[in-house]
């Protein structure tokens, strides 16, 4: 026997209100007050609220503060004028680290005369000339190359020669020494 449409709708009626009811029974109806502890609370205490003495006290002296300005208007987003900031800044001391100061490593110096370059063959390496300070002896330097153990030619220039000691990274250079004129 096949059901028609009516009579399943009828049935899916009947099976929702039955849900409906025993939902209603159960969880808001049900006799004996209240319903079962998802909306009231048993152990209820009403609000004591005859003495107001405290809330008018706190009232009374949150009335009587005044405002006083840091410089600062409130109402305007952003930074103060520079000239007002600096009016206000207390100026701390410096830093004073303790212990012992650290010591200042002075710039590499290079105890040689740059007295010239040169480009050996044409469109080649660029290679400088240095001589001793007591003239005795010429070393002719490449870029790259390193002098005394601890100082490496960084560049060669027209005018000058730029150098980095490769124990500390610090760098110098050195003019080039023109001569006296012949």
Known sequence: MAATRQQKELIALAVLAVIASSFWYFYVGKPGGGGSGLFA????????????????????????????????????????????????TVVKPPFMPLGPMPQIIPPPQLPMVFFGYGML???????????????????????????????????????????????TGLRNSKNLDAGPAA
């Not at 009403?46 to 003495?51: R, V």
């Not at 840091?70 to 600096?86: Q, S």
């Not at 190359?145 to 960084?154: C, E, K």
């Open 41 to 88: 609370s048993n152990n209820y205490a009403p609000i004591n609220a005859q003495d107001y003495a405290p809330i008018f006290s706190g009232m009374t002296k949150a009335q009587g503060t005044e405002y006083k300005s840091a410089g600062r208007n409130i109402f305007v987003m952003g930074a103060m004028p520079v000239a007002e900031a600096a009016k206000q």
């Open 121 to 167: 063959p044409a469109g080649g390496a660029r290679q400088a000339f240095l001589k001793d300070e007591q003239g005795d002896e010429v070393h002719i330097v490449s870029e790259g190359d390193v002098l005394l153990n601890h100082i490496r030619i960084v560049h060669i220039g027209n005018e000058r020669i730029e150098f980095e000691d490769t124990n």
